[in-house]
């Protein structure tokens, strides 16, 4: 089945720093993947939806120039966030979408763990 | 605005039991809804998909029933084990943009 690799699994990292995390579809071309946020016990929530080839669309609270977002091919979507701070810590995931008409599909990456000291 | 909610928040049953976790949503105009399972700290594993069109779908001991028209979706696992405690999420797909319900987390005891 088609596998959405997400690196890396977890990452600490000290207040003011960035941190780049990558999303790639292995077996399958997306050309739209989309970026979640979960903080403990809380929904997932979407961040953003990032288009290959074009500027992604932020969800509203979402600060853009804080959390960039690269789709730079059909397999590869980046997540930065900039200037971590404590806040920031949470669990991130991504999902790629699988085209295929009425079996179109989402699949996620198995998530990173950040955590900002 | 589109609002899904999972019915209980968390549930603890002996091993062997059959068990249903309920989600509702608020506006039938979705595209598919899907069950996830997601194990603390890792990401969501796909369990069923059901299209808009569809009533249910079975997968081993999994059914998930979906109702557009009252806005409802039900998760039945049957014969539960201790491997199957995890948080399980329902999620509406609105043409594209996914909406979480804040997940049921499952104990089952041995």
């Known amino acids: 089945g088609a596998v959405v690799s997400q690196h890396p699994s977890r990452v600490i990292c000290k207040s003011g720093t960035s941190v780049k995390i990558e999303c790639r579809s292995l077996d399958f071309q997306a050309t739209t993947m989309f970026w979640y946020r979960q903080f403990p016990k809380q929904s997932l929530m979407l961040m953003a939806t990032?288009?290959?080839?074009?500027?992604?669309?932020?969800e509203q609270g979402v600060e853009k120039d804080k959390f960039l977002i690269n789709h730079a091919s059909l397999t590869l979507s980046t997540l930065t966030v900039t200037s971590a701070h404590p806040e920031d810590s949470s669990f991130y995931i991504c999902?790629?979408?699988?085209?295929?008409?009425?079996?179109?599909?989402?699949?996620f990456g198995s998530g990173t763990q950040l955590s900002v000291l | 605005k589109q609002e899904v909610t999972q019915i209980p928040a968390a549930l603890s049953v002996p091993e062997g039991e059959n068990l249903v976790l309920n989600c509702s949503f608020t506006d039938s105009a979705i595209y598919n809804l899907q069950w996830f399972r997601q194990d603390p700290g890792k990401g969501l594993t796909s369990l069923l998909l059901i299209q808009s069109s569809q009533r249910e779908q079975t997968s081993g001991r999994l059914n998930a029933s979906l109702d557009k028209s009252s806005g409802r979706s039900t998760l039945y696992i049957a014969a539960s084990q201790p491997g199957d405690s995890a948080t399980y999420l329902c999620v509406v797909d609105q043409g594209g943009k996914l909406i979480f319900g804040q997940g049921t987390e499952l104990s089952v005891k041995p």
């Open positions: 990032s288009n290959e080839g074009s500027k992604a669309t932020y």
């Open positions: 999902s790629a979408l699988k085209a295929g008409g009425s079996n179109e599909k989402l699949f």
